[in-house]
């Protein structure tokens, strides 16, 4: 809490400062004194250890030993999500394109917003902070609607990737007893726990939100239905990879100033972007394979041919689109394996049993009987999924024409299925530890 | 005058949300209800895995409940986990002059165990209650045990408290469908096979299984961590032991010492079960054989029954515990 609200003194002092401040000398010095203590609590609390770590092994390969300690850091709750948000709004006001508040409480209100506080979506200020202003009327469809997304969030993580993990951590913890079709499968859990918990927990938090009267952005669009990797990182924790191409991507330049920048600018996005995740080499190599699944696409300028939704006014996809999608699917699965390893020697040796010959082999492990239950519930899943691919949220028009008693029987039954399939034990969200 | 329409507006939406909140509740509640009964009939088990329902699934707890019934005026009355149906053989009691019963079932925790009492203490109105204290059980939630419970006796305010104390979704689930199943009888006709190839239920509550032996495997090391509300549970059933005028011996029984020497804190759990009232660790007492007198790393084969049991009467009788 003194974290949070040591950050959010310095960056509501900082916004005053940019506005009366005309030296753009000075505003720059302002700004950078803002973004240097974000970042260095953030560098202190997360990767401190890290690169510690790191010196201490690189010396030692050269012959020096260095006696650098680690320390027993405990990582403060959603720090990563406020600093960010906190961010963009000294950034947003050294542009002027957003007015400061006067109000410490709303700022702090603005970035302590319990709902996405731990995990997002990452708010700007711009969208967020004008909304504590005005005065909210108790909207009742809003609320209903907010309680109905917040439904489908409960079903996502609870029946979805908190299934997904009992399989997706029995493989990835005992990979060097399986074969390389069941660590793929693993692969597959861990692909669906990720979508399930983290956009689960975005729904849970947008719906919770509106029910307050305040819009959140959105943060997943269906992503494992992108037609290309640009599709997906338009679809995929979209609060960060805005946040990424708006204050890193674009004042880098973009993908303006000719290929060798292109290239630069997007490796230190994705590589940027893996790091936010976790000082582990794992979520560099992760965000290195992203840059690389992307880089044909820009440079060729095809990063944008999908923008439009997907299928639109066909129950099923094309051919082609299917073919996109599933290749699309097999590319994001293949990096999510670095994602979730321990470490790079467990994501390597990982890929190294998928491509061998014990790839041709059924998948055996413990709990596979469960597994097929699992399986069921994500084809059900893609399904619903599928029929509400162009709205907000999967359910958000899903029987909305029908009658009370169908639409309560409907919510009753997610509800149901929640209470038939849920885990018993604690299973924490995943983006908590981030 | 626009101020007092907000105010209306606002009331009107806001009484509208609440009530439609209320009515969905009260339909949610009639709809689980139905539904956990309609599904539980219907769908197969890997469709109901907060649906498990385990009549006569293990431990024989079905025939064991059967049994108390009919049981009256017993000198021993033993509780506990599958240490104690597997671990105290009524047999060999009953050789040497003891009536018995043996009310263990698995993974039995205080928890359950102090339902078991409050249900059949009187009625069985035995001398002494030997309760076998395994670590595991006075560390874990009790669910496991909780769902035997709740198929396998009645279902009364017992349950609906024990459910309530457990907070486990897997519970509630199961006790309304027991509780339909038994309005409407289903299981009245359930009969349970006594033997399953490798197990025998012999009668007096005690589970024989075949001879086998454990091939020795390492353990991990690991510390015990109590459960306040297990503990809890534990003393507040040996209050009410104690109450009804009848002695109570706590024990231990034996596990392999593989498995008792990867426990780093188990003086921990001595000192503690001492302050309970008279304890004995039979791990510290026996020296048996890791794979001639165990089945697996914590239960004991016949072999391993017989030393146990037949020092266990000794201790009765040189400590006068059966006055």
Redesign the interface.
């Known amino acids: 809490m003194s974290l949070l609200f040591f950050s959010s003194s310095v960056d509501y002092w900082v916004g005053l400062v940019l506005e009366r401040e005309q030296s753009p000398r000075k505003r720059k010095l302002y700004l950078w004194a803002s973004l240097g203590t974000n970042l260095a609590l953030l560098m202190f609390f997360k990767y401190y250890n890290f690169f510690v770590d790191n010196f201490v092994t690189a010396f030692t390969f050269f012959g020096i030993n260095i006696s650098a300690r680690s320390l027993n850091i405990i990582l403060p709750v959603g720090l990563s999500f406020y600093t960010f948000q906190s961010m963009s709004y000294g950034i947003d006001v050294y542009r002027r394109k957003l007015k400061p508040t006067k109000d410490f409480v709303t700022f702090l209100a603005f970035v302590s917003f319990f709902p996405q506080l731990v995990a997002g979506p990452i708010e700007r200020a711009t969208h967020l902070l004008p909304q504590f202003y005005i005065k909210r009327?108790?909207?009742?469809d809003k609320?209903?609607d907010g309680l109905r997304q917040a439904l489908w969030g409960f079903f996502k993580k609870m029946v979805i990737a908190d299934n997904c993990a009992v399989h997706a951590d029995m493989i990835f913890n005992h990979s060097s007893e399986y074969t390389g079709s069941t660590l793929l499968l693993g692969a597959f859990f861990f692909a669906f726990q990720i979508y399930g918990d983290f956009s689960g927990y975005s729904d849970i938090a947008i719906g919770i939100s509106r029910l307050f009267g305040f819009d959140l952005m959105k943060n997943f669009n269906f992503p494992y239905f992108s037609r290309d990797i640009a599709e997906f990182w338009r679809r995929w924790h979209i609060s960060l990879s805005t946040w990424f191409r708006d204050y890193l991507y674009y004042p880098l330049g973009g993908s303006r100033g000719g290929v060798l920048k292109t290239i630069r600018n997007t490796l230190i996005v994705f590589l940027v972007s893996g790091f936010w995740h976790g000082a582990n080499w794992t979520f560099v190599v992760w965000g290195l394979l992203n840059a690389l699944y992307f880089m044909p696409l820009v440079l060729s300028h095809r990063n944008r041919i999908h923008i439009h939704g997907i299928s639109p006014g066909r129950n099923l996809p094309t051919f082609r689109e299917f073919l996109s999608i599933v290749c699309t699917f097999v590319l994001v699965v293949f990096a999510w394996i670095f994602f979730r390893a321990q470490d790079l020697s467990h994501a390597l040796d990982f890929v190294g049993e998928i491509f061998s010959s014990s790839f041709f082999t059924i998948p055996q492990f413990e709990g596979q009987?469960?597994a097929?239950?699992t399986l069921i519930l994500i084809v059900l899943f893609v399904c619903v999924e599928w029929l509400g691919r162009n709205e907000e949220y999967a359910i958000g028009k899903l029987g909305l024409t029908r009658g009370k008693p169908y639409r309560?029987?409907f919510?009753?039954?997610i509800?149901?299925m929640i209470?038939?399939?849920?885990q018993?034990n604690e299973t924490p969200f995943i983006y908590f530890q981030f | 005058m626009r101020h007092l329409s907000?105010i209306f507006?606002?009331e009107m939406?806001?009484k509208?949300?609440l009530k439609?909140t209320i009515l969905?509740a009260l339909?949610?509640l009639i709809?689980?209800i139905g539904?956990?009964f309609v599904?539980g009939v219907v769908m197969p088990p890997?469709?109901?895995?907060?649906?498990t329902y385990p009549l006569g699934a293990h431990g024989f707890m079905h025939t064991r409940i059967q049994e108390v019934k009919n049981t009256n005026n017993v000198d021993i009355l033993f509780l506990g986990s599958s240490h104690a149906y597997r671990g105290f053989d009524t047999r060999i009691f009953e050789e040497k002059g003891l009536s018995s019963f043996n009310l263990g079932s698995s993974a039995q925790s205080p928890i359950e165990s102090q339902i078991l009492l409050k249900r059949y203490l009187s009625k069985i109105n035995p001398k002494l209650v030997v309760w076998e204290v395994f670590p595991a059980t006075i560390e874990g939630d009790g669910?496991e045990s909780a769902l035997d419970l709740i198929a396998n006796d009645k279902i009364d305010y017992l349950s609906f408290g024990m459910a309530w104390e457990l907070k486990?979704?897997?519970l509630?689930?199961n006790l309304l469908f027991g509780f339909f199943r038994e309005i409407l009888g289903m299981d009245r006709d359930f009969e349970e096979p006594k033997s399953d190839g490798t197990n025998t239920y012999i009668s007096g509550g005690y589970v024989e299984r075949s001879l086998e032996y454990w091939h020795v495997k390492p353990m991990p090391a690991k510390r015990l961590t109590i459960n306040p509300k297990q503990l809890e549970a534990l003393e507040k059933a040996i209050e009410l032991i104690k109450s009804q005028g009848r002695d109570i011996v706590l024990v231990q029984a034996p596990t392999t010492a593989t498995q008792y020497g990867s426990i780093l804190n188990n003086t921990m759990f001595d000192s503690l079960m001492s302050r309970q009232g008279y304890y004995k660790n039979y791990n510290q007492i026996l020296a048996l054989n890791d794979s001639l007198h165990f089945y697996d790393s914590h239960h004991l084969n016949q072999a391993g029954v017989e030393i146990f049991d037949t020092k266990f009467i000794e201790d009765l009788k040189t400590n006068n515990w059966l006055k």
Do not use: C, E
Request: proline fraction near 2%.
């Open positions: 009327n108790f909207d009742y609320a209903v009987y469960q097929v239950t309560w029987a919510y009753g039954f509800l149901f209470g038939m399939f849920m018993s | 907000f507006n606002f939406t806001m509208k949300f439609h969905f339909f949610f709809f689980y539904m956990v599904w890997r469709f109901r895995p907060n649906l669910v486990n979704i897997s509630y689930n």
